[in-house]
Every structure is written in C-alpha cells, then in structure tokens.
C-alpha cells in the first residue's frame, strides 16, 4: 500500500491543477508603462527593449485604448520632454509632458486608472534625481530642496487628472512632502503609491535607453538602496506608511521576491512589483534566439511575483499576459 500519500493524484489533469492552484494572475493584478514623448505620430521602438515604444501622445492614447479593451486597469506613465534643465521644468510645468499625456488618456479611456512617475531623472540635464551641488560630479542629490520639486511636480500631475501619484526619486521625506503639498491643493482623495524599496539595480540599464535617463556622471547609490540590504527595505516601508504612503512598491522584482515577501509580511498595504527593464530584456532576448518558451517564462514569472506577496504587477509583458490569460 506504499506510498499512503501520493501528491501526484492532484496533478493528474489541467483541469484539476487549475482547480486547487494556490496562486492565479489576473488582467487586474497588472499596471502597463508608456513612454511618452514629444510630436505626432511618433512610435520609436526601443532597441534595448524589443516591443517597447517610446510614443506621441496621440499614439499613448491608441495604446491606452489597447490596454484599456485587454482588460488591463491600469497604465504608468514616464516622460522624455523636448529639452531639459538642472530644475527639471518638464516634471512640473503644466505644459509638462507626462501632464499632456495624462489629459489626453483621461479624455479618451476615462475609466483607465492612470499613475504617473513622479521623479525627475528624465528631466534633469544631468540624469539624476534632483537638485545638485553646483560643480558636483558625483551625482549626490541634494535632499530637501528636490523635496520641493517633487511637490510642485506631485500637484501638476494631479491637476492634469493624474489617478495615482507614484513617487520614485527615494529622498528621504518624499512621501510626506507630497502628501501634505496634495492635501493642500484639495487633492486629498489621490493615492501615492511610493517607490519604498527601490534599489540601485543593474537591471535598470534598458529603462534609461527608453527614458533617456541614464546619469552624465557618477550613479544613484546615494539615493536608491544597496541591494545587498533587505532589513533597510522593512525601514523605509515603515517610514513611508508613517508618512502616508497608500501603496507600496519593491523595484526590481525578480531578484528581489524576498523583499516583496518581507515587505508583504510587514505591512497591510497593497504591495505592486516592479518587473523591471532588464528583466524583460533578458526574457525577450532568450525567445528570440530560441532558447526558451517566452509565454510560459513570462507567466511563471508572473506566479512566482503574486506568491511572493505581490497585489500588482508593473511589467511591459502585460498586453501579452492579458492575450495568454484570454486564451
């Protein structure tokens, strides 16, 4: 009669190990980014990113149209402006953008929640998230003053009818800066999902080609986490959720699900992870050498992210996740 056991009897058919799955990926568990820029008719595809567009407003609004008829809830929006300056004026400016962007999505999909990255990378002559010292070239971010544009940059978002603020520049108060500066303009009602782990990754490089992001000097370890840290994460979570934080994020997600969990296990917050640029061009760049079954990686990743704690999922495979799901 050995074995008594036999856990294999559950896994006898598709059918049954669909019915006693512990974790299942929805459409609603994924958040799309876009990649807005200026001029008309404009879809640059991303060399680094096989599939990935930088795109004109008027092409965002197709796509957002795309997403919104897959069943995705939600879209995240990043700016590359025609010029840039050391104040970041294309982050803030009514006119900014991210901003434009925004109403013209709004206006087409208007049940299409939009966040928006509130940072100022894209925007800086120099790539890096804020104010420098004037002759600094390594790239240390002055904290307190850049807290400023932030909220200035929180505030146009919103007014440009911005769903969610989502905040990922990692200075130190950038949660309760942007809180309080909301709250004061009446847009008490927004969430701030905030970048609370966010760690100086290698796995970034694709995202500043599609961004135009990439630091003219020095790197951002002064400012995003030493990824050799996980119970500094648990601290800045806490801080963040002290300071009003609605939702958390953990960036990137792959080689660190045991933050998400860690994370997840902290809090009581919605947790999303952040299925970053380079994770989706190793995936993309193995397929297409053959190497691997693309649909089937991508959706095992997609599990292993919702089993580790994560409520939601940014990654530029969900338009490809949502046709699987439909199948």
């Avoid at 006693?20 to 001029?39: C, H, K, Q, S």
């Amino acid at each position: 009669m050995f074995p008594t056991h036999r856990p294999r009897r559950l896994r006898t058919s598709e059918t049954l190990r669909r019915m006693v799955a512990e974790t299942v990926v929805t459409t609603n568990d994924l958040i799309y980014p876009l990649f807005a820029v200026p001029g008309e008719g404009v879809a640059n595809e991303v060399k680094s990113m096989p599939g990935v567009y930088q795109l004109s407003i008027d092409k965002i609004v197709e796509e957002a149209k795309q997403v919104y008829d897959l069943g995705i809830p939600a879209i995240i929006l990043f700016g590359i402006p025609a010029e840039k300056d050391t104040d970041a004026t294309g982050a803030w400016h009514d006119c900014g953008i991210v901003q434009k962007a925004t109403e013209a999505v709004k206006k087409a999909v208007p049940d299409l929640v939009v966040a928006v990255d509130t940072c100022l990378c894209e925007y800086t002559s120099h790539g890096h998230c804020g104010y420098l010292e004037t002759g600094d070239l390594s790239g240390r971010v002055l904290n307190d003053p850049t807290l400023e544009l932030l909220k200035k940059t929180a505030i146009a978002q919103a007014n440009a009818g911005a769903d969610i603020i989502a905040p990922s520049g990692m200075m130190d108060g950038f949660v309760k800066s942007i809180r309080e500066a909301l709250d004061a303009a009446k847009f008490q009602d927004i969430p701030i999902l905030s970048y609370a782990a966010k760690y100086a990754s290698a796995y970034y490089g694709p995202f500043r080609d599609a961004a135009e992001s990439t630091p003219q000097f020095g790197d951002r370890r002064t400012y995003q986490m030493d990824p050799a840290n996980g119970r500094e994460a648990i601290k800045e979570i806490v801080l963040d959720i002290a300071e009003g934080a609605d939702m958390l994020m953990v960036k990137p997600a792959l080689a660190y699900m045991d933050i998400i969990w860690r994370v997840k296990e902290a809090s009581n917050l919605p947790v999303a992870a952040y299925n970053v640029s380079g994770e989706y061009s190793m995936v993309k760049a193995a397929a297409l050498n053959g190497w691997i079954d693309e649909q089937r990686v991508v959706m095992e990743t997609m599990t292993s992210f919702k089993r580790s704690g994560a409520d939601l999922i940014l990654t530029y495979h969900a338009k490809d996740v949502a046709r699987w799901l439909k199948v």
